[in-house]
């Protein structure tokens, strides 16, 4: 079977922090893997003095720029089909809920459901995954560009299973499984653990993981990936994320041997399909399209 992944993310970055080592390995091992990001996330903070200008509120040219960081940690990752929701600026970040951003008519949050879907059940009935990744129904912390990516991505594929739906869009393919993307407690619990150790100060680091919205209980995971050979790879597609992300401090900084196995490893919550072996000794699917190849 030839091995067809895709998956939808809200923002550039997004899709390195929570699936770079997965969509690196993946593309090692022969599949294709396909990424849609939904916004140029025109609304994010820059971490870069000499590119303050760029920022929402002067320029307004950081998406535009983040065009470019996306290109280059696909590259990192060995990702040559990566797409925008619509095209270039078809949907804007929306910022958080009750600042000006989100009050924005053409910003994602607000756009219509059903097109923003038809855009994507183009692309799943042109690629024709197997597998689709995306967040959870909280968009795992509750920004409403992730949220609206999980609406819009099942949505999507659910509609590109119809065969009398629109026809123009190509012919019906049922997406076989469809994993959210988690962050385990214990792992959370572990990362901070690591960073007290290092004296690491900041408010994240003490922190109780019952607190942090995106922490996902454990028993909720049912699939690790395995990617602790594929660090290097999302480190560097990190870092080409410079405007977003720094690796010389905090949590990405991490050099020890438990920041590899805490960036090395990805997780996922299965939510439609059948969990198949073979299993770690945790119980949990140790490959995305297991039981779909026999």
Not at 272 to 293: N, Q, S, T
């Amino acid at each position: 079977m030839s091995r067809r992944l895709l998956l939808v993310h809200a923002h550039p970055d997004d899709e390195t922090i929570g699936s770079g080592a997965t969509m690196a390995k993946y593309v090692a091992q022969g599949a294709q893997v396909t990424l849609v990001t939904c916004t140029l996330g025109e609304e994010g903070e820059i971490l870069v003095p000499e590119l303050a200008a760029l920022a929402s509120t002067h320029d307004d040219l950081l998406g535009e720029h983040r065009i470019g960081e996306l290109g280059n940690a696909m590259a990192q990752l060995g990702v040559t089909d990566w797409r925008l929701l619509g095209g270039p600026g078809t949907y804007r970040d929306s910022g958080m809920i009750g600042t000006p951003p989100n009050e924005r008519a053409d910003n994602f949050w607000r756009a219509d459901l059903l097109q923003a879907a038809n855009h994507l059940v183009g692309i799943i009935r042109e690629v024709r995954p197997q597998v689709l990744v995306t967040y959870d129904d909280f968009g795992g912390y509750g920004h409403p560009d992730h949220i609206q990516a999980h609406r819009v991505a099942m949505y999507a594929a659910s509609l590109a299973g119809v065969a009398s739906y629109q026809p123009d869009l190509g012919s019906a393919w049922n997406v076989k499984k469809i994993y959210w993307t988690a962050f385990p407690m214990s792992v959370i619990q572990a990362g901070m653990e690591a960073l007290a150790k290092a004296g690491d100060t900041t408010t994240f680091a003490s922190q109780d993981p019952q607190d942090i919205p995106f922490a996902c209980p454990d028993e909720f995971v049912t699939t690790v990936i395995d990617g602790t050979e594929f660090v290097e790879r999302k480190m560097a597609a990190l870092q080409a994320h410079a405007t977003q992300i720094s690796t010389d401090s905090g949590f990405f900084a991490l050099s020890n041997n438990l920041g590899a196995e805490v960036l090395g490893h990805e997780y996922y919550r299965l939510a439609k399909g059948e969990v198949a072996g073979p299993f770690d000794k945790d119980g949990r699917e140790i490959d995305l399209f297991a039981g779909l190849e026999a």
